[in-house]
């Protein structure tokens, strides 16, 4: 970007870490990551030994591919598979794959809220399975579904893999399915994965990994306020911090200032004060159980109609009706 053309800035995001780091506890919104640079640390992520959440929903679509499939079958006229959130996409691929050799008759919708990561999976998708029918569109989750309500034509299946429904509070998850249901009719289907509560060591250990990524990817929210809104935020005066609640399953990520100090953003012609050891709340990642997914689906109309793990029972996809 050079000076005579500014990066055009998003007031959403302005807005948000305007009020975020205003507000007392700070917060920023873990949506915010995912630039260029955050998807990228986000791909080294699910390279970690640690991070088990890909290997696993990996596993189980490896394993149950023909029966996820069939299940997502629809009549002649076949069904629009919907992923929100797709990311690179190497997981759905092995979908993909099947759903192509055995002829179903199908079109691949993947959304996602980086422009970035639905151009790459598009051309990666040309080159990897070319028979693929691909439509893929740039939006936040939100903002699509009610787009959504327009593709009554014919059958839906909708796909939110990776746990990333774990970002989002019961509240607004019901919120969510609710308004996933909304757009579902009676013969449309919900895939989503839900990562599973388990040794609260494994989960620490996958948001806390050894060699410094996923510091480096919650910490890419600064960075993103620096390049995008003109600030002067010197991570090294930050660490990364996870904390996990076996009682309620949600893991919270923090930044924590290690210094008393200042920092201004130009474009919010903002100076905020950090005192030591005060945080900024970033994420959280919310695991689950059967129970809590059973509650989430009633509050919000929806009815389990199977579920897929990986042999340990770390990580489950359930299959949703309405
Ligand atoms: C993409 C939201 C599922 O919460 O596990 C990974 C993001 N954050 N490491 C998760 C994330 C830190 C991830 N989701």
Not at 108 to 133: C, H, M, W
Not at 143 to 150: D, T
Not at 151 to 168: A, D, E, Q, Y
Not at 296 to 322: M, V
Request: aromatic share 12%; proline share 3%; hydrophobic share 35%.
């Amino acid at each position: 970007m050079t000076s005579q053309t500014p990066p055009i800035i998003d007031s959403a995001f302005r807005r948000d870490v305007l009020n975020g780091l205003t507000h007392y506890p700070k917060y920023l919104y873990s949506k915010y990551i995912y630039d260029e640079a955050g998807d990228a640390l986000f791909q080294q992520i699910m390279e970690l030994p640690e991070y088990y959440l890909t290997k696993c929903e990996f596993e189980i679509l490896a394993t149950h591919t023909a029966e996820i499939a069939n299940a997502f079958r629809g009549n002649e006229n076949g069904f629009d598979l919907i992923e929100l959130g797709a990311g690179d996409g190497k997981k759905t691929k092995i979908l993909l794959k099947y759903l192509t050799e055995n002829n179903f008759n199908f079109v691949y919708k993947p959304i996602d809220i980086s422009e970035n990561a639905i151009d790459k999976l598009s051309k990666a998708l040309t080159e990897e399975i070319p028979e693929v029918q691909v439509d893929g569109e740039k939006g936040e989750y939100f903002e699509v579904l009610e787009r959504l309500q327009g593709f009554t034509s014919r059958k839906k299946v909708i796909m939110v893999l990776g746990s990333n429904i774990g970002n989002l509070l019961h509240d607004r998850a019901i919120e969510f399915l609710s308004k996933l249901n909304d757009t579902m009719s009676d013969e449309d289907m919900l895939f989503m994965g839900f990562d599973q509560k388990k040794d609260p060591q494994r989960i620490l250990d996958a948001y806390n990994d050894k060699t410094g990524v996923t510091a480096a990817f919650n910490k890419n929210l600064l960075v993103r306020i620096n390049k995008e809104l003109g600030a002067n935020f010197d991570v090294s005066k930050f660490k990364h911090w996870e904390r996990y609640d076996p009682e309620t399953g949600t893991a919270k990520s923090f930044l924590v200032a290690t210094e008393d100090h200042d920092i201004y953003i130009e474009t919010l012609d903002l100076k905020v004060h950090f005192d030591i050891w005060e945080t900024i709340h970033t994420e959280i990642s919310q695991k689950y159980d059967d129970k809590v997914v059973q509650w989430l689906a009633e509050e919000s109309g929806l009815r389990i109609e199977t579920t897929f793990a990986d042999p340990k029972n770390y990580y489950k996809d359930y299959l949703f009706r309405k």
